[in-house]
């Protein structure tokens, strides 16, 4: 696999904060208690947040896609 | 007294768990899936149909997986269990079980007159327009005062129990049409209606949780099948 470009490297990122968020939510639905909804919707939506705003920082680092 | 008695309640309102829908796990299995194939493979964004995956699986799914995630957290937080993980509300719980008719919460949770795995926001909840929200931005208020530890000894209610909560339900019935003291008049019957003669505490239904009287009560069992 060829070296990773910036954008890449940000959609890597993004991969790894909105994974984290799934295990977070995940985990938060195994009880139902009010701490699974505290930590979901603090810890868990704050990591989608991060992730999908990497995701779109690289839309716009990597600028207009090229027909093909 | 109701049915048999028992020196202590059920332990049912331990943490419980509930699955989420079955769609749930779908989206989350396919979002998970995606996201992990962009993770070990970010390079397949640079063909055109690979930049319309990561739109999708990094930022279309993660949104309807949160979304679902939040709307299953939003039912969750009406149930009885949810309510009872705070400990300071356990002997709130502990009272539904009260082997005695006097006890207003206990007779609508034994008798099914409110659902019983949603028994405390069947009656803690306004049902005026804005009920719902209301009590969802309460609870988080009292998850702030929860786990900063700055509740109140004794727990009260903002507001005196609005008497439109009870007739909600109640009003019109015939079991509550039949009772001479909610209808012999049109004078108390619009006292009512108004809130002018509460229905917990002028003297008629005047007994609730009562939680520091619990160490002598005797407690119903609880229903044979679960």
Known sequence: MAALTGVERRIRWSAIFLLAGLAVEAASLLKVAALSFVVFTTVGLLLFAVGAALFLLSLLEAGPAEKT | ?226
Request: charged share 20%; with cysteine.
């Open chain 2, 1 to 226: 007294m109701l049915l048999a008695a028992s020196v202590a309640p059920p332990a049912e309102f331990n943490l419980g768990s509930l699955s989420p829908r079955p769609e749930f796990y779908f989206v989350f299995t396919i979002t998970a899936l995606l996201i992990l194939a962009l993770l070990v493979r970010p390079d397949l964004t640079r063909q055109r149909a690979g930049k319309m995956l990561a739109f999708v699986a990094l930022f279309v799914l993660p949104i309807t997986t949160g979304w679902m995630g939040f709307a299953e957290h939003w039912e969750r937080s009406k149930t009885k269990e949810f309510c009872l993980s705070c400990h300071v509300m356990k002997p709130y719980g502990k009272s539904l079980y009260v082997d005695d008719n006097e006890y207003i919460p206990a007779v609508h949770f034994q008798n099914n007159y409110v659902p019983s795995d949603h028994a405390c926001y069947t009656c803690h909840t306004s049902y005026a327009l804005y009920g719902s929200i209301q009590a969802k931005m309460n609870g988080m208020r009292h998850l702030w005062v929860y786990y900063t530890h700055s509740y109140p000894d004794t727990i009260k209610l903002y507001h005196p129990y609005n008497n439109r909560e009870c007739l909600h339900c109640h009003g019109g019935s015939r079991k509550f049409e039949a009772v001479s003291a909610h209808k012999d008049t049109d004078t108390t019957f619009t006292a009512i209606v108004q809130g002018r003669v509460s229905c917990l505490e002028s003297g008629c239904h005047d007994v609730a949780h009562e939680v520091h009287t619990l160490k002598d009560a005797e407690f119903w069992p609880g229903p044979k099948e679960r």
